[in-house]
């Protein structure tokens, strides 16, 4: 890797590192993906400093470039990232779903009591 392409990306992880202590101390973001971010910042930053290590990794697998490990370390947490959310929504449409049923029960038990 370039010695440029190592410094800006030094630069953008500490940058990116910072702005996610920033929103950590605000408390805008719930603990899971507060250590998702975390994970994220950190693998940018060892990228730089184990770039021996992935070239190693890629090697032993008979991958040529390591670069394409970590596109494909990228592309496999992105999956599951995707994962979770797919589950979440599908949590958060059943949720919405109760409160629709609720919300009609209550407003038909209050149209009674007005009528009455």
Known sequence: MPFYIKIITILFSITFLLFFIKI?????IK????????TIS?????VVIFEKF?????????ITDASFLII??????????VLYLSIKIS?????????ISFTAILEKEMRKKNDN
């Open 24 to 28: 950590v101390s605000n408390r805008s």
């Open 31 to 38: 603990p899971f993906y507060s250590f998702l971010w975390l």
């Open 42 to 46: 950190l693998l940018m930053f060892s």
């Open 54 to 62: 992935y070239k190693n990794i890629a090697t032993l697998i008979g």
């Open 72 to 81: 494909i370390s990228v592309i496999f947490f992105l999956l599951i990232y």
């Open 91 to 99: 949590e958060m449409s059943d949720r919405i779903q109760e409160l």
